[in-house]
């Protein structure tokens, strides 16, 4: 399977700008979707936790991204224990991604060199998450918390990097 380094897997993340969220739980649905993806340029990908059997079709489908998609970094959301992130780790998870911030989670994805990006609603859950060596953050849910969130944040805290996920759309607020 394909494995990348933190540094290369948080670069992938940012080429494009996009890191695209999915889950089916038909593993060839999967697959196709990974691979039109893949096609069209992104190298980061994001399949969700969220349905019965669900690290089953991610073990399917990152074997087939490693032959098919050998440049994309799969990672897996919705976590939000330890015990979660450590399975999918296993299964090949490039990444981990949560709708909270899980010091737990953190610890594990640390061990194992796996990039991080918890999901925060605060300043200060961002920079605790920061200490814990997440270097990407989530902004969840974008769509509550908005740009003015956004902007406040970097204006004290240039250095960090954000993702904000959840009901966003390409308005003009939102490209400002």
Known sequence: MAKFDK???????????????FYHKDAEVAKQVVKACY??????????NRGDFA???FAEVVKFAAKECPEMAMGVGSIV??????????????FVVGPLFN???SRVCNRRLVPYTPGCGTVSEV???????????????GDVLGTKFVKGL???MPWTKLMVTGGVEPTKENIE
């Open 7 to 21: 540094i290369a897997v948080l670069a992938k993340m940012g080429e494009t700008g996009v890191v695209p969220v």
């Open 39 to 48: 096609d069209g340029g992104i190298r980061a990908f994001e399949f969700t």
């Open 55 to 57: 690290h089953e079709v």
């Open 81 to 94: 224990d330890p015990a979660t992130a450590a399975l999918y780790i296993q299964l090949g998870a490039c």
């Open 103 to 105: 010091p737990e989670v």
């Open 127 to 141: 920079g605790a998450a920061q200490e814990t060596g997440c270097d990407l953050c989530k902004c969840f849910p």
């Open 154 to 156: 970097l204006a004290p």
